[in-house]
């Protein structure tokens, strides 16, 4: 059974040492502690979105400086994919500025997913809200997980987003499982919400059933020009709180330590691997905001002993499920 909102909010209340302390075993009893999972990010479609996300610099309803691109071709996304495997890192993920795709949108995002899957990567995309058929579509192409966010507790999210609800997200979550997709979903904190809103997203996030494979825990990058652009930065405390949380109330999840590791000191990142973060975003750029250079996450990597996650091969993962 996932845990309720009750011993979420409970977890998040114990002295931070005690609650580190039974991160890490949890983590422990799960995964390899010293490894953590590289994904790399790339912005597909950017710009001129629908929505009005009001964390996002993608919005056309924002005026943040972020221009409407048309859609990157095969050959950028495949160069791209072909650097981000130099790098070392093992999962692509494809990120556009889309309410949902329409059908036309979606056949040459089929062709890039393909072209990623070739190239031995293991593929993400993040497109927005899916119809009917389109997650099948998605699957047969070779697409590993879909990336899509409950971003924040039901009731706070009316708050940030009005375009679309709650119960849009889950729809979308759910024909993605059913399609068989792996899911990878999480949320944001940062943007002013309670401490009680962080354990409401977790509790939806644990009560997903089965739980997403991988869940990205976000720090907002305050974007100039969107509603949140001026918020005040969550303190660090809370945030490693959180981290531990998401850990304990996912055992088998990877948790991504996401945007807004540019902002944070090396310490502070340790501590939030210590905390049960397993997963990061490589590379210079998110979608549209900075990130770490390669060379400062190798460095880092090394200072603390971190290695690369293999990737799960069919048998390791029948092994952690029977675990
Ligand atoms: N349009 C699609 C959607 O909304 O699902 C996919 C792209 S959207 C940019 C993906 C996720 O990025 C959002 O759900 C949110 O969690 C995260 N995100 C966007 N802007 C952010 C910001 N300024 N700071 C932190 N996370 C952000
Ligand atoms: C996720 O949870 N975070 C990523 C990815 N999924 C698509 C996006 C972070 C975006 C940060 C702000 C930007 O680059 O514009
Ligand atoms: Fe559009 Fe996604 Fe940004 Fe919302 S988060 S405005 S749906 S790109």
Not at 146 to 174: A, C, G, K, M, W
Request: charged share 25%; with cysteine.
């Amino acid at each position: 059974m996932s845990p309720s909102l009750a011993q979420i909010e409970g977890l998040f209340d114990q002295p931070l040492n005690d609650l580190i302390f039974q991160a890490q075993t949890v983590h422990r009893r799960h995964f390899d502690p010293n490894a953590v999972q590289v994904s790399t990010l790339l912005s597909i479609k950017t710009g001129g979105c629908s929505e009005d996300c009001g964390y996002c610099s993608q919005s056309a309803r924002h005026h943040t400086g972020v221009e409407s691109e048309a859609l990157l071709s095969l050959d950028e996304v495949r160069q791209a994919a072909e650097v981000a495997k130099a790098h070392g890192a093992t999962r692509f993920c494809m990120g556009a500025a889309w309410r949902g795709p329409k059908d036309k949108d979606l056949r040459p995002v089929l062709e890039m997913i393909r072209a990623v899957h070739e190239l031995g990567l293991e593929t993400c995309a993040t497109l927005g809200m899916l119809r009917e058929g389109q997650a099948e579509a998605l699957a047969e192409a070779g697409l590993d997980y879909y990336n899509h966010n409950l971003d924040t507790d039901p009731e706070f999210y009316r708050e940030v987003i009005s375009t679309h609800d709650y119960q849009d997200r889950l729809d979308t979550l759910h024909k993605v499982r059913r399609a068989g997709l792996k899911v990878c979903c999480g949320g944001i904190v940062g943007m002013g919400e309670s401490r009680q809103h962080r354990a409401g997203l977790i509790a939806q996030l644990a009560a997903l059933d089965p739980p997403p494979e991988s869940v990205p825990i976000n720090m907002l990058v305050p974007i100039p020009g969107t509603p949140l652009g001026d918020d005040q930065a969550l303190d660090a405390v809370e945030f490693v709180r959180t981290i531990a949380v998401a850990r304990i109330a996912l055992p088998r999840s990877v948790v991504r330590l996401s945007a807004g590791r540019n902002d944070m000191p090396e310490a502070l990142q340790a501590l939030c691997f210590l905390a049960g973060a397993n997963s990061i975003f490589y590379g210079d750029k998110l979608l549209t905001a900075p990130n770490p250079e390669t060379d400062s996450d190798q460095r880092l990597f090394d200072k603390l002993g971190i290695h690369a996650m293999p990737v799960e091969t069919g048998s390791e993962r029948q092994r952690l499920a029977k675990a």
